[in-house]
């Protein structure tokens, strides 16, 4: 488990932990079906995303899990 949480994707590629649970959200949108790759056209809005990196604490304060959202801009 990591102890820090990055402030950039550029930092939390640089840490195994980080990584594993960034294919796991990945992985959890390909299991509940909800994202879906499709060839870019002029005409097309694109929405960008956000990682968001978060270390959830329990009631004494000691990190307890390493926590990972893929987020929709806008």
Do not use: C
Not at 4 to 31: G, R, T, Y
Not at 33 to 50: A, C, L, Q, R
Request: charged share 30%; proline share 3%; glycine share 4%.
């Amino acid at each position: 488990m990591s102890q820090v949480e990055p402030l950039s994707v550029k930092k939390a590629l640089k840490d195994e932990f980080w990584i594993m649970f960034m294919h796991e959200e990945l992985n959890q949108f390909k299991k509940n079906d909800v994202w879906e790759s499709i060839p870019y056209s002029k005409n097309m809005n694109i929405i960008g995303t956000k990682w968001v990196f978060k270390n959830k604490l329990d009631e004494n304060g000691l990190i307890t899990r390493n926590k990972v959202r893929l987020l929709a801009k806008g």
